[in-house]
């Protein structure tokens, strides 16, 4: 009995010391990141040096453009979310390649995004001209369904 309870202590310890350090290695590749934030997602810090993923506003940014009455493109997605893993990289390059500044909001990170700005799912997309929503588009689609409404709503 006592061996059992040994190694079970073991078990533990082992486990806290992983828990531990995987803490301490997501604090590392998190510092001086685009959030702001001392500590991110596991699922965000995997995004950090993706390409796609390096147009990040932060919500007081986004406020503030919104108060200034500003022209703003925004991409409300999930680092968890499958479908936004698939739309990122045809909706990052079409932008680019259209011109428009497709700034992207991390809902994982910044929760009070979905009820602030009516989020029912990711990805999302909404056009805001003059700091008013006027178009908005959700759910996975495909290249030339997202080129339609880039070119219907951000002109």
Same mark, same amino acid.
């Given at each position: 009995? *006592?061996?059992?309870?040994?190694?079970?202590?073991?078990?533990?310890?082992?486990?806290?010391?992983?828990?531990?350090?995987?803490?301490? =290695?997501?604090?590392?590749?998190?510092?001086?990141?685009?959030?702001?934030? %001392?500590?991110?997602?596991?699922?965000?810090?995997?995004?950090?040096?993706?390409?796609?993923? #390096?147009?990040?506003?932060?919500? #007081? $940014?986004?406020?503030k453009k919104l108060a200034n009455k500003e022209d703003v493109t925004v991409y409300f997605f999930q680092s968890t979310c499958e479908f936004c893993k698939q739309a990122?990289?045809?909706?990052?390059?079409?932008? $680019?390649?259209?011109?428009?500044?497709?700034? =992207?909001?991390?809902?994982?990170?910044?929760?009070?995004?979905?009820? *602030?700005?009516?989020?029912?799912?990711?990805?999302?997309?909404? #056009?805001?001209?003059?700091?008013?929503?006027?178009?908005?588009?959700? %759910?996975?689609?495909?290249?030339?369904?997202?080129? =339609?409404?880039?070119?219907?709503?951000? =002109?």
């Open positions: 009995m *006592k061996k059992v309870l040994i190694f079970l202590g073991i078990i533990v310890v082992l486990f806290a010391v992983l828990g531990l350090l995987t803490n301490m =290695q997501n604090k590392e590749k998190a510092k001086g990141n685009p959030y702001g934030k %001392d500590t991110l997602y596991a699922a965000t810090v995997d995004l950090l040096d993706d390409e796609n993923y #390096q147009n990040i506003i932060l919500p #007081q $940014e986004l406020e990122t990289p045809i909706l990052m390059p079409l932008a $680019e390649d259209m011109g428009i500044n497709l700034v =992207q909001y991390n809902l994982l990170e910044f929760e009070e995004g979905w009820d *602030k700005y009516r989020i029912e799912g990711t990805p999302t997309i909404v #056009q805001f001209k003059k700091g008013k929503e006027t178009a908005r588009i959700k %759910d996975l689609r495909d290249e030339a369904t997202y080129r =339609q409404w880039f070119e219907e709503n951000s =002109q």
